[in-house]
């Protein structure tokens, strides 16, 4: 019994983060100078619920960094970049990260609230830079554009598509078909 009552004030618990985590990127997306009041409002919490689980905003932010380097982590294995042929395994970690929608969204849109946090090197990156350097060594990618560079390509056309999505009010799947048109078009050999 007493386990059962841990684990239902556990699952709680991690529902409430969930949820001011989502608020956080929702909220700061809209208005990155927004207060822990506006985002606890947003996730339907109190400043004491709020304050309990990211006491500054700092901390929400740091937050915020974690939970999404853990989602785009877990993104990339869902892709199985080291799968198959390089383009198509290419297209699915593009497919994989724009579903992950507003919060990589905001990491690009408002860098200056994470800082070095975000500008580091991580396994996601690691792994598309090996899926290009396979490309390159199976002659399915351009050798001219460098892993690096190809991964700032993902990420910037990822962003315009998030954009085009949002202010000019394509759909999803429209704006997604576009993406991954222009991606095998930019780095096909």
Same mark, same amino acid.
């Given at each position: ?27 700061? *997306?809209?208005? *990155?100078?927004? *207060? ?115 991964? *700032? ?37």
């Amino acid at each position: 019994m007493v386990n059962e009552l841990g684990a239902a004030e556990s699952s709680t618990r991690a529902r409430t983060r969930r949820a001011i985590l989502d608020a956080g990127v929702t909220v700061l *997306s809209q208005h *990155s100078g927004a *207060s822990l009041a506006e985002v606890a409002n947003a996730a339907g919490v109190g400043r004491t619920t709020m304050h309990r689980y990211f006491p500054e905003r700092a901390d929400l932010i740091t937050g915020i960094t974690a939970d999404l380097t853990e989602q785009i982590a877990a993104a990339t294995e869902r892709a199985r970049p080291q799968d198959g042929p390089p383009l198509p395994a290419l297209e699915r970690v593009c497919q994989a990260y724009f579903a992950l929608g507003d919060g990589p969204m905001l990491m690009l849109n408002e860098p200056q609230l994470f800082g070095p946090a975000w500008d580091h090197m991580n396994e996601a990156d690691r792994a598309v830079l090996e899926l290009v350097e396979r490309g390159h060594a199976e002659g399915a990618m351009d050798v001219a554009l460098t892993p690096e560079w190809v991964l *700032s390509v993902l990420w910037s056309l990822l962003y315009s598509t998030w954009l085009h999505t949002r202010e000019d009010d394509v759909p999803e799947h429209d704006a997604l078909a576009l993406c991954l048109r222009t991606l095998r078009k930019a780095v096909a050999a």
